[in-house]
Nanobody, 129 residues
Framework: QVQLVESGGRLVQAGDSLRLSCTTSRGTFSFYRVAWFRQAPGKEREFVAAISRGGGTTYYADSVKGRFTISRDKAQNTVALQMNSLKPEDTAVYYC??????????????????????WGQGTLVTVSS
């Protein structure tokens, strides 16, 4: 069973930056497509960003495009979400998700929740105005 662990969430002010990290305790993260999702209070979980197995392809929700960056650190076996110019509406629990993807092209990304088999417990990001 693959376990994902997110870290980095905390209380910040609007305009601040924050970096979330996701790591797995088992296996090589480069075998997996990975994405970040978030769930705001009272709302459904939504897609934020995704990265391909090879790391060369990324995809973002319109609401975070230009402010958030997803990236891989193969040496550290982690996937990070760099969040800049944070807004109060970015307040949510952020989840890392992964799916084993050796059978798909290395440049493929997935944005739907149903594509992902493994999920972390989430890390809370609160942005105050």
């Amino acid at each position: 069973q693959v376990q994902l662990v997110e870290s980095g969430g905390r209380l910040v002010q609007a305009g601040d930056s924050l970096r979330l990290s996701c790591t797995t305790s088992r296996g090589t993260f480069s075998f997996y497509r990975v994405a970040w999702f978030r769930q705001a209070p009272g709302k459904e979980r939504e897609f934020v960003a995704a990265i391909s197995r090879g790391g060369g392809t990324t995809y973002y929700a319109d609401s975070v495009k230009g402010r958030f960056t997803i990236s891989r650190d193969k040496a550290q076996n982690t996937v990070a979400l760099q969040m800049n110019s944070l807004k109060p509406e970015d307040t949510a629990v952020y989840y890392c998700a992964a799916t084993f993807s050796l059978s798909v092209p290395s440049g493929s990304v997935a944005t739907g929740e149903s594509a992902y088999d493994y999920w972390g417990q989430g890390t809370l990001v609160t942005v105050s105005s």
